[in-house]
């Protein structure tokens, strides 16, 4: 998978993630761009070979470790606590 493909899915994904109110973003259990992420890659790789999928599965997460919300999981698992997703 290309690059630039990846960017196109990765801006739909945050996009689709910003687009949901404001109070489910925050309330969650975990975090809506991760979860948004999950569900386009689970349909993605369907049409992929194992090698594709894998490709495509590192360049998500790597996407997603990005996120203002990674840090906040990392953070929350480091210190033993529960955390707080802010969908960002």
């Known amino acids: 998978m ?9 801006a739909w994904v ?3 993630a910003q687009s949901r109110p404001a109070r ?4 969650q259990p975990f975090s ?5 992420m999950t569900k386009r ?3 993605e790789e369907w049409d992929m070979s194992i090698e594709q999928a894998i490709e495509a599965e590192a360049q998500a997460q790597a996407i997603c470790m990005q996120t203002e919300d990674f ?4 953070e929350a698992f480091a210190a033993k606590r529960k955390p707080v ?3 960002d």
């Open 32 to 36: 809506p761009f991760g979860h948004a």
């Open 41 to 43: 890659m689970l349909h």
């Open 2 to 10: 290309g690059g630039s493909v990846f960017k196109q899915k990765a």
């Open 14 to 16: 945050e996009t689709a």
């Open 71 to 74: 840090k906040r999981a990392f």
């Open 24 to 27: 489910l973003r925050c309330s």
């Open 85 to 87: 997703f802010g969908g």
